[in-house]
């Protein structure tokens, strides 16, 4: 597999530059563009409980604890999805969204101050 360069930022070119990265993030990992529209994934796990009502969820957080690899591995793809984003960015721009939590919040970050700009 050939490994894709990561298109560095540029405000003038930001409309290139969302395109560009929507192909690279989805490239790197089918559910990492869901993480960039979503937020992070919650990893859950059907809900067991014998006392169920109709308003019990049918799916609850599921403990760290009985994560599997698989689990691990969706539960970090915002830490990909943040990182991947971060390298792309100069200082300048860096400074602007460093506050952001998650790569959804970066993506939104980004496309309030630069989408209109041309």
Not at 19 to 29: E, F, G, K, T
Not at 63 to 79: F, S, V
Request: net charge negative.
């Amino acid at each position: 597999m050939m490994k894709s360069k990561v298109p560095i930022f540029s405000a003038e070119d930001y409309d290139d530059w969302k395109i560009r990265m929507q192909a690279h993030l989805s490239a790197m990992n089918d559910e990492m563009w869901s993480v960039i529209e979503d937020g992070p994934i919650v990893i859950e796990k059907l809900n067991t409980s014998n006392d169920q009502t109709a308003e019990t969820p049918q799916v609850i957080p599921k403990p760290k604890k009985e994560w599997t690899d698989e689990d691990k591995r969706r539960n970090n793809l915002d830490n990909v999805a943040k990182n991947t984003i971060y390298h792309t960015l100069d200082k300048i721009v860096f400074n602007k969204i460093k506050q952001c939590k998650t790569a959804k919040e970066i993506w939104e970050k980004l496309e309030m101050m630069y989408e209109g700009t041309n």
